[in-house]
């Protein structure tokens, strides 16, 4: 978007910017670990179904397989899959092979929160894999702690939560978002616009957002939400377009996306002008929503497909050898793919495919996984993530322009920052 003569220049971001400067790198060290424990008000004494006794393992996996999440969701389904197949081929877990009872939570908490029952109570799983929106978790929450039962969440979220009844294998906010801010920070950005999907996860990190711009010397020109789903943006588009941010913190979730990128594009925004940061948009939607509408746009995650090690790259040929060689690979699911793995190794570590067994053993339990090295936190369950920004390339793929010199300590309710006081409510 054009600025007039007596406006400031609007800060660049160079394609070759590969390292941040030495603040940013100082911000992403290791924090220590701060957050609360996970929560002891679960239910010790519910009555676990599950049978261990035969050659097989019954676990869950419950993600959106129809509506508006399931363009981000099925992926996550199949990358556990993948996981489960590869340990079976391998021995199974302590001699025991895995057998996977799928759901549909259909992109509706409440239906999640069923299906969760239903896993627990009547599959009789030994744990369940899946969720992706924060309402999803939410909703669900309770029936694991009420039944005493083990869910590995795969996605990047708002934080402020722990629970011993989840693994949250995803981003908590100071590996995913604080990152991002650091990022633009430093690349002189002084002023943001909002946009998010209207459920928990939007609002909660706007807040956050928020109070970090008051403690760094940022604007906020303004703030949306949208339903679930939305597909008209003119207006919010046309919002943007007249509050002349330097920036834009993208939190929409599901194929809002395509829409809203459609329009930005449309209206003649660019990430040249006033680039778009998002924190939901993974490989995977990229082709949903066209490259040509989000070609340079930044992404914050922890992983792409693009990481260059050994590891991933046997983890990306093995996915697309078992789903197509066009199927890229992306960050939650890399995520539900990992906390496969953590589970089997945390059980493998208790002995034992019991609930209070694992709670006990998870703390240092180690993967070492196509992101890089992951460990869990037993004071929070979440684990050690590196924070990396990308950008959108014209090939579909995101690529690594900055990323933390080494995993980052989970705070998942950000204590190790004077800023936030007060957040967690």
């Not at 509506?67 to 199949?78: F, H, K, L, P, Y």
């Not at 945390?346 to 180690?366: D, L, R």
Request: glycine share 8%; charged share 20%; net charge negative.
């Amino acid at each position: 978007m054009p600025q007039s003569d007596a406006s400031p220049p609007r800060p660049r971001f160079r394609r070759s910017a590969l390292i941040a400067p030495a603040a940013l790198t100082a911000v992403a060290l290791v924090l220590t670990a701060c957050g609360s424990s996970a929560s002891e008000e679960t239910s010790s004494s519910a009555t676990s179904c599950v049978d261990t006794s035969g050659s097989t393992v019954k676990v869950g996996s419950l993600n959106s397989l129809s509506g508006t999440m399931a363009i981000s969701e099925v992926t996550v389904r199949d990358s556990i899959a993948l996981a489960v197949e590869e340990i079976n081929a391998a021995g199974g877990v302590m001699g025991k092979q895995v057998e996977i009872i799928g759901e549909d939570g259909a992109s509706e908490p409440t239906i999640f929160a069923e299906k969760a029952e239903k896993l627990i109570s009547s599959d009789c799983v030994a744990t369940v894999f899946g969720g992706w929106t924060s309402s999803s978790r939410k909703a669900m929450l309770p029936v694991f702690e009420d039944n005493n039962a083990l869910l590995y969440y795969p996605v990047q979220y708002e934080g402020l939560e722990s629970s011993k009844n989840i693994f949250y294998t995803g981003a908590t906010t100071n590996q995913q978002i604080v990152p991002a801010l650091d990022y633009l920070k430093e690349k002189g950005v002084k002023s943001l616009y909002l946009v998010g999907s209207d459920y928990v996860f939007p609002q909660t990190a706007n807040r956050i957002i928020k109070a970090y711009a008051e403690a760094n010397g940022m604007e906020i020109k303004g703030e949306d939400y949208t339903p679930l789903g939305s597909t008209d943006f003119s207006t919010i588009v046309n919002k943007v377009r007249t509050a002349d941010a330097d920036a834009v913190f993208n939190t929409l979730n599901g194929d809002s996306n395509v829409a809203f990128f459609r329009e930005y594009n449309n209206v003649g925004l660019t990430a040249a002008d006033m680039p778009v940061v998002s924190v939901s948009i993974a490989e995977e939607e990229i082709g949903g929503i066209g490259v040509q509408n989000i070609d340079g746009q930044l992404t914050a995650w922890n992983y792409y497909q693009t990481i260059d090690t050994p590891v991933n790259n046997a983890f990306v040929a093995a996915y697309k050898a078992k789903y197509g060689a066009n199927k890229p690979t992306s960050d939650p699911m890399e995520a539900a793919y990992v906390s496969v793995y953590l589970w089997k190794n945390t059980v493998e570590k208790a002995q034992s495919f019991g609930v209070p067994e694992i709670q006990e053993a998870a703390g240092g339990v180690t993967f070492d996984a196509p992101e890089g090295l992951v460990t869990i936190d037993g004071a929070n369950n979440h684990i050690t993530k590196t924070a990396r920004i990308g950008e959108i390339r014209p090939d579909g793929l995101i690529y690594t322009i900055w990323e933390s010199p080494q995993p980052i300590q989970p705070d998942p309710y950000l204590k190790g920052y004077p800023w936030a006081e007060g957040l967690g409510g």
